[in-house]
C-alpha cells in the first residue's frame, strides 16, 4: 500500500490551513493590543481629567 499520493493529496490543504491559522492568531492578537492601548489610553484621560477637576477647585 503506497501512501505517498494520499500525502501528497493532503500537504496543500494542510499548509493553507496552517497559513490561514496563522492569520487569523495574528488578528487576533493585534485586536486584542489595540483593546488594550485603548483601556490604557482611556484610563489616562480620567486620571488627566481628574487631576485638572480637582486642581480647579483649590
Known amino acids: 500500500m503506497n501512501i505517498g499520493p494520499a500525502l501528497a ?3 496543500p490543504s494542510v499548509g493553507v490551513g ?3 491559522w496563522i492569520a487569523i ?3 487576533v492578537n493585534a485586536d486584542r493590543t ?3 492601548a485603548l483601556a ?3 484610563r489616562e484621560d480620567a486620571a ?5 477637576h480637582n ?3 483649590i
Open 40 to 42: 490604557r489610553m482611556d
Open 55 to 57: 486642581s480647579s477647585e
Open 25 to 27: 492568531r495574528a488578528l
Open 18 to 20: 496552517v497559513i490561514f
Open 48 to 52: 488627566r481629567a481628574n487631576e485638572t
Open 9 to 11: 493529496a493532503l500537504i
Open 34 to 36: 489595540e483593546r488594550a
